[in-house]
Structures are given as C-alpha cells and as structure tokens.
C-alpha cells in the first residue's frame, strides 16, 4: 500500500511510495503527528541518484520489521535534499558539527518542534565495521524518548544555540583586491596536483569554479601558470574515466587521484558548469580537445536530460541492470575485452583496447575498465577509431540504462541555459542556442509567478511546492544573462532583473550579507548561510556575479553595491580557502577587470555586424557584458545613443565609466579586449 509520498512530484520520495515505512513528506503536519503522539520525528534525507541511499532504502525501508519498528515509535519524514536545500543544509550543519562528517543519506532524530538530538548518515541492517545497526539505533533514541526525556530535550536545546550562535563572519570590509586574487593563486598552486590535474587528493571533484578563476585570472593578467593549471587539469579530465569517452559528458567525481575510476552517477549541474569551462578553455587557447568536449558534453545534455517539456532533468544514477537482474554501479559504462570482441571483431577490438585502456585485469571491478584516453588516435587511424566508438555507442545503447531523476530544478536550468547558449554561440550551433531559450521559457511559464518568485523544481510540466531559494534566483539570473547577450532579445536582461530585485529585497542582510534562503520563507531552527561554493557555486557568490552583470547592463548603483557588499566574503576566503571560493574569485576577477560593456550596433544581417559581435563573444575579457542590436536600439540600455560610425556597424567599449572611441574593425575590437 502506497505511503503518503505518492502525491509528491520528487522522483526519490516518489522511489519511497511504496515502503512499508509511513512516511510524511517535510511538513507542519508531520510535526503535528509527532506531537499529538509525543513520538521524536526520524528525518532520512538523500537523493534520487545517491548510490548508498538505495543501499538503506533496500536494506531497512523496504524491510517490513524495521518499518514496523519506525511506524510504531517514530513519524518518519523523507526530504529530497534537491527539492530542499534550505532543510538539508541546516541538519548538515548540525550533523557535520556533532560527528565531524556528513553525507548522504542523512539520518537525524528530532524532537516535535525540530531540534536535532541525534545524528548519523548509513546505518547497516545488522551492525558491522565498528557501526551499530539501524534497529539497534532506533531503538536506542525510542529508549531514550521514553526514560532520559530531560536530557534529550537539553542535547537539542544546546545544538540549537550552538547553531544560532554561529553567525557568519563575513568579512564584509572592503573588496577583493590584487592581493588577494594573487594570494589565492599561490594558495592553489600549492595544493595542485602536478602529475594528475586537479587540486587535493582522493576522491578527486572536477574543480568547475576555480577552473573558471583561473582561466579569468589568465585573462586579466597573463598569468600563465594559472592558464596551464587550467587546461592541464582539463585534458586530464578529458581524457580519463570520469569523461564518457562513448557518450560524452562527466561523472561526479573520481574515487581516485587519476580520474580513472568514477562514481558513475551525471548530474546536470556539473555538466552544465564543465561545458561552459571548456568553452572558455576553447576560448583561451583554441584547443581541439576544449571544442570537443565543450559540444560533445552540450549534445549529452540535450540527448539524455532534456524533458518532454523542454527542460532539462537533475540526473542519471550511477546504477544499472548488469543483465542478470542486479542493479550494480557502472554496469552501463564498463567493457571487458571479451564484449570489445563481441561488438568489434578481434581487430577492431585490440585496436579499441589500445586506444581506450581496456585491459585483461580491468580498471574497475570484475575485470571490467572504464574507457579512457590514454593518447590521441594517430592520423592514419582517426577513421577506424571513429567508427569503433560509433558502433561501441551503439551497442551501449542497448543495455538496460540507468534511471533518470526528471524533476527540473531551476538553479541548475539556469547553470544549463548559460551553458548551451554561449557554446551554441561560440561554435555556430544554433540549435543549442534554441534548447537554451526553450529551457528558459519552460522556467518563465512554470517556475515564475506573475511577481517574479520563483518555485524550486518541477516534474511533467507541474510546478512543485517549494519556494526558490537564493541559488535559483541567482543561477536563472545568470542563464537569462548569458542568454541575452547571445540572442539579443532584451526581454532576457529584463527578465534577470526581475529576479536580482527580490534578490535584493528578499535575501539581503547586514553589511552585504546573503541569506540561502528569503525573509518570507519557513523558518527553520537556523536560516542557512553558506558563501561557500560546493557542487555549485553558493548561493552568495552566484548572486555576486549576477548582480554585477546585471548592474554593468544597466547602470544600476543599488545592483552594483549588492554586488560588492557580498564580494566582502571573498576578501576574507579567497586568500584562505580558494577552492571552496572559485566562483566568487572568479566574479572578483570580473570586478578587478570592470567588467567591460561591450555594445555592438548594427543590422543583423549585415556581415561586418556580426564579425563584430563573434568577436565580442569570443573575448577573454573577465565578465564582460555584450549588447548587440540596432543603433540606438531600445532593446538593452548599453545601445542606447550608440550610432553607426560612418554609416558601419561599431563597436563600443567601456569599463570604470570611461568609454574608448567606438571600432568598426574586429582586428581592433579583439585589441580592446585583451
């Protein structure tokens, strides 16, 4: 019998409809329950593609005798930590201060009014490598509920003040400077891996935000150790197992120092941001292998994420049927040499083996290697191993696939449109502009209301319940941005604006401070606030860039000072913690540089215009804004009193309130913008 999860439109609360536990969705009347049965509340936070969440689904909530045990002593309340980050932010916050880690899923204890009082992620259906199992758990907090109530009551009430206490030094004094832009350099080199690509050890992130300071970093100054990091890093991504060398596009991260060995599950944010890092790689460098990857990862995105609706979904999980009826982790993505043979023939197969690193022993599990490029294919056998990967593709494509989680989550939409629409515009693809704009007019019909809040996610084309938080507003903002100054149509920046005003209405606090979530929103035991960048740029440093653009298009000051306001974090983290602090090192970079308004006028017919404005697109240029449109066009204010120049299409640029002399030559524009 379905649960109370199955009016929900989350695809991991949907996966728990049919447990035998009695889960409630996060709610007021959960609570309620827990009160008018004077039972503590258990809280399981996780997510659709989350490998050891199915792990403790199967384990514990699918077994009738645990659940028994849960329904009786418990009310049990599931969260998708997509759907609700401001939840799953606040009890990671409490779970990581108690036990000094965390992850997911998320197992927290709480009393009727909220407060945590105990605190793990996977428990084992028996207990095993030091962990009690999760009955012995359970029935330890029952035991606890029942005879030591008065202490239950002051661990909660403690972790509450102690998380209300920890207000966030900003650092809100001054802005992000040389110094601290040169302090973070020397902060990175020294945690770079030098052999391998990437910062730190393993497990081992694609590092999309500092790539994207680096590479502006390189730009404004010449660096080029920071240029070489970043594309070093890149090719070795590029070229390892967390890239899909068949179907494009990268996993979550590597479980080794060498890239070698992924954890399988896609997700949409880390597509989006590395697409768009290798774009700007393409642009820095004109890399063969940085136009590759940049459109091979857009046409993934396209082919395997986008919805019915125009959207595009969260993720694809790492598990598959391995065709015996398990689900096992990589099953889709993994070859032996036999299933070369199998595919290939003998010939072709060795030659695949070579190119790919497909050894007898294997890469990964059960004999079985993750496709790799270890060299480039010589001349004399790029034919051969294009047809190779094509019929590999193929035959990859009739194994059972993993599963998809289709909700639509605004935030990383909006990382997704600014993606497609400037590598649509970099390499004369208009049709990823095209998916770019649909995205964007799915979260404009669906996502936004008539005064320009945002809902979270959506599913089917059905809006969901839950209210936008600060990375939704942000990350659209830049999408719409970006997607403006590729199509030209005006009603993008106006669109951005809207947002950035609640923006600054709705999540603006002290001394250029920002709140994860608004004013308006439930209150929970904290208010989460986090400048920190994760998986995705924060909230905070999001909004910072955004803000900037949108105040570079407009002249607006109240945009701007928003903008430097929260860059004060980035004074303070940067020189400290850079590779927790890209993306607002990389917006400090845009502010160190201007940015540049770049506005190009013109019929846009007329070839010269565009040369122009491909140009502009193509600059280098730290946060640069373009505007591209008839002279004296209404459709962005950077147009306005911009006449042709002797009856040609020009070019303006301005930076720090000084405009240069307007070009018509794209030799001279290029100049401008170095």
Known sequence: MANRLAHETSPYLLQHADNPVDWWPWSAEAFEEAR???????????????????????????????AALVNEHFVAVKVDREERPDVDAVYMEAVQAATGQGGWPMTVFLTPDAAPFYFGTYFPPEPRHGMPSFPEVLDGVRAAWADRRGEVAEVADRIVKDLAGRSLAHGGRGLPGEEESATALLGLVREYDATRGGFGGAPKFPPSMVLEFLLRH???????????????????????????????????????????????????????????????????????????????????????????????ASALDADSDDGTGRHVEGAYYVWTPAQLAEVLGAEDAALAATHYGVTEDGTFEHGASVLQLPQEAGPADAGRIA?????????????????????????????????????????????????????????????????????RT????????????????????????????????????????????????????EGGALYDTAHDAETLIRRP??????????????????????????????????????????????????????????????????????????AAADP???????TALRATTPGAVLAAGAPDGEEFPLLRDRPLVAGSPAAYVCRHFTCDAPVTDPEALAGRLR
């Open 36 to 66: 008018r049965r004077d039972v503590p509340v258990l809280l399981s936070v996780g997510y659709s593609s989350c490998h050891w969440c199915h792990v403790m689904a199967h384990e514990s909530f699918e077994d009738d005798a645990t």
């Open 218 to 312: 390189h730009a404004r100054t010449g660096a080029e150790g920071a240029l070489q990091m970043a594309s070093d890093t890149c090719e070795a991504m590029a070229r390892g197992g967390i890239y899909d060398q068949l179907g494009g596009g990268f996993a979550r991260y590597a479980v080794d120092r060498a890239w070698v060995v992924p954890h399988f599950e896609k997700m949409l944010y880390d597509n989006a941001l590395l697409c768009r890092v290798y774009a700007h790689l393409w642009k820095a460098t004109g890399s063969d292998l940085a136009r590759r990857v940049a459109l091979e990862t857009a046409d993934f995105m396209v082919r395997e994420l986008r919805t019915p609706e125009g959207g595009f």
């Open 387 to 455: 047809s190779i990967r094509t019929r590999l593709h193929a035959a990859r494509e009739r194994r059972a696939r993993p599963g998809r989680d289709d909700k639509v989550v605004a935030a990383w939409n909006g990382l997704a449109i600014a993606a497609l629409a400037e590598t649509g515009a970099l390499f004369d693809r208009p049709d990823l502009v095209e998916r770019a704009t649909e995205a964007a007019d799915l979260l404009v019909r669906l996502h936004l209301d008539d005064g320009g809040r945002l809902t």
């Open 458 to 509: 959506s599913k089917d084309g059905r809006a969901g319940a839950n209210a936008g938080v600060l990375e939704d507003y942000a990350d659209v903002a830049e999408g719409f941005l970006a997607l403006a100054a590729v199509t030209g149509e005006g009603a993008w920046l106006d669109f951005a604006g809207l947002l950035l005003d609640h923006v600054l209405d709705r999540f603006t606090g």
């Open 529 to 602: 606030q986090d400048p920190t960048d994760n998986a995705t740029p924060s909230g905070w440093t999001a909004a910072a860039g955004a803000l900037l653009s949108y105040a570079a298009h407009t002249g607006s000051e109240p945009h701007r000072t928003a903008a430097e306001g929260a860059l004060g974090v980035v004074k303070a983290l940067g020189p400290r913690a850079p590779r927790f602090i890209g993306w607002g090192l990389a917006v400090a970079e845009a502010l160190l540089d201007g940015p540049r308004e770049i506005a190009v006028v013109g």
């Open 608 to 614: 010269a215009f565009q040369e122009l404005r491909r």
